[in-house]
C-alpha cells in the first residue's frame, strides 16, 4: 500500500471555523437515511458558505447532491460497513478487538461525560462521526485530542478509501488536513498496520461494535 501525501486543502485555524467544518464532516460521515438525505441541500449551501473555502467538501457534494437514495445507502454499506480497512470505529485500528480496545472504549465514553455530553445510545463512543461532533463542540484541545490519538487509524481509512476509488475519501481529505501531519514514523507504523492488521486476542473476548464481515445491513 502506498500512502497519501498531505490533502491539498487548507488548514482551518479559527476554533470557531474549526468547529463548522468537523459538524459537517460527522453529518456527511454518516449513514444516508432519510433525515440526511433531506438535508443535502442545506448541507451543500453550508459547505460552500465555509468561512475557509474546501473544494474537497465542495466535489463530494456535487457527488452526494445526484445520487439516488438507494445507491448511496448501497455505497455507504459495502464502503464502511463490509470492509475492515474502512470501518469508522477508531479504536479497532488502533486495539483491534483486545480487552485494550474495550478499555478504550470506556476512557473515551468517560471523557464525553466529563465534558458534559452524553453518548448516543446504540453507537459505540468510538464511531467517527460521534469523534468528529465531540471535536465541534469541546473546542480544539480536548475535543480534538481523540482525533490526534487516532491519526493513525483516520490515515488508514483515508488511504483504504482512496484504494477504492471512494468519493468518501474526499471527506478524510478534509478532516486529516485539519489535524498534525503524520511524522515518517507514524507513516511506517501505517503501512505495518495495513500489512499486518489490527492485534488479535482469541480467547474471552466478543467483539465491540458490529463484526465487519458478516455486517447487518441497515434499513
Known amino acids: 500500500m502506498r500512502l497519501l501525501s498531505r490533502p491539498d486543502t487548507t488548514y482551518v485555524e479559527r476554533p470557531e471555523d474549526r468547529a463548522a467544518l468537523l459538524r459537517l464532516v460527522s453529518l456527511l460521515l454518516q449513514y444516508p ?26 466535489e463530494f457534494m456535487r457527488w452526494f447532491g445526484d445520487r439516488d437514495p438507494m445507491s ?27 480487552r485494550r480496545r474495550g478499555m478504550a472504549l470506556l476512557t473515551l465514553k468517560q ?3 466529563v465534558a458534559g455530553l452524553t453518548p448516543p445510545e446504540g453507537e459505540l463512543p468510538d464511531f467517527l462521526p460521534v469523534v468528529c461532533e465531540f471535536a465541534a463542540l469541546a473546542g480544539p484541545s480536548a475535543g480534538e485530542a481523540p482525533l ?22 474526499l471527506v478524510l481529505d478534509v478532516l ?35 463484526p465487519l464481515n458478516e455486517m447487518e445491513v441497515r434499513p
Open 33 to 58: 437515511d432519510a433525515g440526511l438525505l433531506a438535508a443535502r441541500a442545506e448541507l451543500g449551501r453550508a459547505v460552500a458558505a465555509l468561512p475557509v473555502p474546501q473544494p474537497a467538501l465542495e
Open 148 to 169: 490526534r490519538q487516532h491519526r493513525k487509524g483516520l490515515e488508514l481509512i483515508r488511504t483504504a478509501l482512496r484504494d477504492a476509488g471512494s468519493p468518501y475519501a
Open 176 to 210: 486529516c488536513a485539519a489535524l498534525p501531519d503524520l511524522s515518517e514514523a507514524e507513516r511506517l507504523a501505517v503501512a505495518d498496520l495495513a500489512l499486518a492488521g489490527p492485534p488479535a486476542e482469541e480467547v474471552g473476548l466478543a467483539p465491540y461494535g458490529p
Open 72 to 98: 448511496l445507502a448501497r455505497d455507504y454499506v459495502r464502503t464502511f460497513d463490509l470492509r475492515r480497512r474502512s470501518s469508522l470505529y477508531l479504536t479497532y485500528y488502533l486495539h483491534g478487538d483486545t
Open 111 to 113: 471523557r464525553y461525560r
